[in-house]
Each structure stands twice: as C-alpha cells, then as structure tokens.
C-alpha cells in the first residue's frame, strides 16, 4: 500500500488516515505533496490523487481519497487491529465523533490551523471558543462513558480524528480549562500526542521544517 500526503508539519487531513494506517501495523510507502509549493489542481491529480486533494491511499489498482473512507477501509481490511470499538453501542458513538470531526469545526480549523512546529498564545474568536467548548465537551462525555484512557478505552479512529485537534491546542497555547473542561480532556489531549504514532509523524515533521529552514 502507498499513502499519498500533504506536508506533515501542516497537513492535518493527511495525519488522521496516516495514524490509522500505521496502527494496522501493515507495511507501507508514503508519497508526498508539497502542498505549499505544489499549489494547482493539477500538479497533485498528477501525483496521484483522483481528487486533487491528500491523502489517497493505494492499494493495487484501488485508490481511496477521502479521509474517512480511507479509515473505513482499513477497519475492514485488518479487522483485527480493531480500529473501532467492538461494542455496537460504542462503535456507533465512535463513528458518530470522527464524523462530526470530519465535516465540522470549521472556525478552530480556519483560525488555528495545525501547524506542528508553532507555539503561541492565541487570543482566538467567540466562533472558535465555541468549537473550543464542544470538543471539550465530547471529550469529557466519551471519557466518562468510557473511563479512557482514549474516547473509547482503547485507541480508535475515533482518536486519529481528534489528533489535529490535540495539536492545534498545543500550537496556540489553548488552556482547556478556559473551555469548560474539568480534568479530563487536557489529559487526554496529552495521551494524543505521546502516542508512537504521533511521536514518529511529529519527529518527520519538526525535521523537515528545520531542515528547509536551514536551505
């Protein structure tokens, strides 16, 4: 299999199926866009995308370009990396969370995008604390429901979807505390990013920013 990405200091739709991917403990090739220098459509649907968009995953003759299909895909394909929850129950809860990731939050994307090597204090807009508040939010419902130490006791998709969003807290100096949470998400958010899948990412990422910095 190939995964075709996006820059993984920026590229937050690149990481979650990337996670996923690592997690099957399959091996795998990696294909990279640069997608602050490759910038048209047509340069990437030449890379390999069918959509002009990262990530695409290949297998064979087969190309998936869609991050929650690509997950899907590969629940079905290793279904015994268990990669959603066993439990119907929480396995209808967990979709329910990556897809809200999926297609929401589109003010904490648009103001505090990943960006893997940054560290500020943001100031971020009442659109964007509301988002804040929210997956705060779910997080602390899943927890509870759960007990954790992940959204649904052990790591799922549902956890590579909510990574980015880890990131973006961290990048931008966002105390949870601010939004609602009473113990619960900061740690998990922590939990995230000390995976061995996110440390292997981060460790690729935070080199290629210093070494462009260096060029």
């Known amino acids: 299999m190939e995964i075709l990405i996006g820059d993984k200091n920026l590229s937050s739709w690149s990481l979650r199926p990337w996670l996923v991917l690592k997690r099957t403990g399959a091996p795998f090739t990696e294909r990279l866009v640069r997608l602050h220098i490759v910038s048209t459509y047509d340069d990437i649907i030449a890379a390999g995308s069918p959509s002009g968009l990262v990530p695409v995953l290949k297998d064979g003759e087969l190309s998936i370009w869609d991050t929650l299909a690509i997950s899907e895909y590969l629940a079905e394909k ?29 003010s904490l994307r648009g103001e505090c995008p990943m960006d893997l090597a ?30 954790g130490p992940f959204l649904f006791g052990q790591w799922s998709i549902a956890d590579a979807f909510y990574t980015p969003v880890a990131t973006r807290f961290r990048s931008y100096g966002l105390r949870l505390s601010d939004f609602g949470d009473q113990g619960a998400a900061a740690p998990y958010a922590d939990r995230l990013l000390a ?14 920013v210093g070494a462009a910095h260096a060029a």
Not at 82 to 104: F, I, N, Q, Y
Not at 118 to 133: P, Y
């Open 195 to 208: 995976t061995p899948e996110f440390l292997a990412w981060e460790k690729d990422a935070l080199a290629d």
């Open 118 to 147: 940054l560290r500020a204090n943001a100031d971020v807009s009442a659109a964007t604390a509301k988002d804040v508040h929210r997956v705060v939010a779910l997080w602390s419902q899943l927890l509870g429901r759960s007990g």
């Open 78 to 106: 290793f279904p015994t990396a268990a990669l959603w929850p066993a439990d119907p129950t929480a396995r209808a809860l967990a979709r329910s969370a990556a897809a809200e990731m999926h297609a929401g939050f589109h």
